[in-house]
T-cell receptor, first 115, second 114 residues
């Protein structure tokens, strides 16, 4: 069975600084997808970034980038130039490539961006 | 834009009541999901559905059932609500095929069972 671990329940960062959120996972699959989702306070969860395991290049979306280490089963999210609007719960998620469309979520990291 | 709506943002029910949580998506998605979100536990899958009238148990189906009579609507039913079902409930949907990797979430229903 797959598991996803987020070891940082809470983090804070000063506005304009850079922060990295950690995620590790365990799987015997060779092909899969990894995601970071953001849940702002009292707002809907949205996709931040995704990574296909077969791609060696790390995904980037504007100020958001990942450090995907397949051998180490690590998938960290880096937020550059942090903004107050980045304050949210961040969830790491895993999905097998084949079979179902089910996710396995981590327990989340609550990020607070300080003015 | 994909829109996923849930019938209530907040709901208060009494122990033993039958509770219906409704979810509607407007993008003709094949897949729909019900999650429960609790602090320190993340999101846990209760049930999911790949098509109309099709359902499969997730990781924590006990005490819940679901119904999907129409493609756009997926209902979560608590047959006899208990206090340990007090939680945030999130609905999500995704399309079939390669595009189905992204899930779109509703705003959530915060259910309190007294």
């Amino acid at each position: 069975a797959q598991t996803v671990t987020q070891s940082q329940p809470e983090m804070s960062v000063q506005e304009a600084e850079t922060v990295t959120l950690s995620c590790t996972y365990d799987t015997s699959e060779s092909n899969y997808y990894l995601f970071w989702y953001k849940q702002p306070p009292s707002r809907q969860m949205i996709l931040v970034i995704r990574q296909e395991a077969y791609k060696q290049q790390n995904a980037t979306e504007n100020r958001f980038s990942v450090n995907f280490q397949k051998a180490a089963k690590s998938f960290s999210l880096k937020i550059s130039d942090s903004q107050l609007g980045d304050t949210a719960m961040y969830f790491c998620a895993f999905m097998k490539q084949a079979g179902t469309y089910k996710y396995i979520f981590g327990t989340g990291t609550r990020l607070k961006v300080l003015a | 834009d994909v829109k996923v709506t849930q019938s209530s943002r907040y709901l208060v029910k009494r122990t033993g009541e039958k509770v219906f949580l409704e979810c509607v998506q407007d993008m003709d998605h094949e897949n729909m999901f019900w999650y429960r979100q609790d602090p320190g536990l993340g999101l846990r899958l209760i049930y999911f559905s790949y098509d109309v009238k099709m359902k499969e148990k997730g990781d924590i189906p006990e005490g819940y059932s679901v119904s999907r009579e129409k493609k756009e609507r997926f209902s979560l039913i608590l047959e006899s609500a208990s206090t340990n079902q007090t939680s945030m409930y999130l609905c999500a949907s995704s399309s079939g095929g390669p595009a189905g990797r992204e899930q779109f979430f509703g705003p959530g229903t915060r259910l309190t069972v007294l």
